[in-house]
């Protein structure tokens, strides 16, 4: 990493200072979304599409909502070409979708393009020749003068054609490498097509400027386009369209300083799918902008859905933290993170809040077809006891103390830890029902009766060590008769009784859950758990378990 001296900025500042754009806080209103995974994702796969893919892809597709779809280069390949001819033939276009096409400037490229597009209802023509000084001089080798003269004969005969064919056409031109072209000549091969083409209200042109490389910073490229944007001719009835890269990892930053710019259409893909490091990724575009509480005009209410379609089709994988769409972008798996997000949803569902504000999630999970059980919160041995907390009320309607929580969340952790995984909800479950519930030995109960005259007076039946005995206590209370009893005849010592009841939440609506927490002369806490159809049996059961958990250990 020592030949920095070899890099230069390949990228042409605009000739006039434009920063209008850094006046604006935030985008308003959803661009004209343009997809171009059938053909700029599709070219970019390791075995393209076949013509059945293409179809089902196509239908996905609209399914999200897209109004512009690029289908592809249908002079680049057969099966390129029987693509677009089964979308018009079979009737498959929708008649407020528009399909695009790309062509190079090269007449039999230009012919065979329309040949394909024969009877089309709604397409955009898509005509490209590259302008960057490298291109210029190390691929075309040809001058300023004579890549205009490329553009300009293109424009031509997309005119001259288009009015032979038979269909709807709209005209749409890149200066390729946009980024590596000088702006001042990129906007005079930009005019020179407008005045072949005089767009109209009616009759609107498309300029897209792509970031065919990133070579710059978001800013550069949000100023190059505000320049384009006040400065082309026709401004009223071009579209200026975006057409981003994500080489330098900047695709959707690039777009949407791109969009306060001036721009009024993206050009982009699902999950960014493209070649080397991608197109911008439109499914990120969007939900930012849904983030804002601005309508995207798509449709991801179902990410998991289209993930699974996306990665049969393109045979390609969504990372797990891709924004979004990854598997675990709305999960915590810290335990401050884990209480902060479980303590912002009670407190949601407790101040009936209408806008979303929780901790660490931009947006509500469930918004887009994810689940916040399994999805938001996981339990491995980074987690806390807020989080593990969390998924036994959320799940099984198991309300813990919060004292208790950090006793079991240290258990949990302890098991994370020696197993070396991720603990799924049912196993913090077994965990809990085999550490803390009607847990009955060494002292196991098997009957009590009380009489009241004053204070409770309790007779209570155990077995130890295969012997019954039979106790008797009295106390305040039920729960104190029983705890004096077990103290007085076994003793045993422990002070600061905590206790806690409720109803069973989720599954038997006849169970209740008592907790009980007892501390030992050392100092320790020890907790239980009973679950019974009778609530003071539960909180016997609750009271046996704690003394077990304390007897056990004491013991070892």
Known sequence: MKNTNKYSRGYFMPPVQSLKWTEKEYITEAPTWCSVDLRDGNQALVVPMSLEEKLEYFQLLLQVGFKEIEVGFPAASETEFAFLRTLIEENLIPDDVKIQVLTQSREHIIKKTFEALQGANKAVVHLYNSTSVAQREQVFRKSKEEIVNIAVTGAKMLKKYAAETEGNFQFQYSPESFTGTEVDFALEICNKVLDIWQPSTDNKVIINLPATVSMSMPHVYASQIEYMSENLSYRDNVILSLHPHNDRGTGVADAELGMLAGAQRVEGTLFGNGERTGNVDIVTLALNMYSHGVDPKLNFENIPNIISKYEKLTRMKVHERHPYGGELVFTAFS?????????????????????????????????????????????????????????????????????????????????????????????????????????????????????????????????????????????????????????????????????????????????????????AKNGAVYWGCGIDNDIMTSSVKALFSAVNNMVSSLQL
């Open 335 to 519: 335990g401050s993170h884990q209480d902060a997000i479980a303590k912002g949803m009670k407190w949601r569902d407790e101040e009936e809040c209408h806008d979303w504000t929780v901790p660490y999630l931009l947006i509500d999970p469930m918004d887009i077809g994810r689940e916040y059980e399994g999805d938001i919160i996981r339990i491995n041995s980074q987690s806390g006891k807020g989080g593990i907390g969390y998924i036994l009320q959320q799940k099984y309607g198991i309300d813990l103390p919060s004292e208790m929580r950090e006793s079991f969340g240290y258990c949990v952790k302890n098991v994370s830890d020696h197993q070396h995984k991720e603990l799924m909800p049912n196993e913090i479950y077994d965990i809990f029902i085999n550490e803390y519930v009607n847990i009955n030995t060494p002292i196991e109960l098997i009957r009590y009766k009380y009489t009241q005259n004053g204070h409770y007076e309790t007779i209570v039946s155990i077995r130890m060590n295969n012997e019954e005995h039979e106790f008797t206590g009295v106390g305040n209370g039920r729960l104190d008769a029983i705890s004096n009893a077990l103290q007085t005849q076994l003793g045993i010592n422990y002070t600061d009784l905590i206790y806690k009841q409720h109803a069973l939440e989720i599954g038997s609506g006849s169970n209740a859950v008592s907790y009980v927490g007892i501390t």
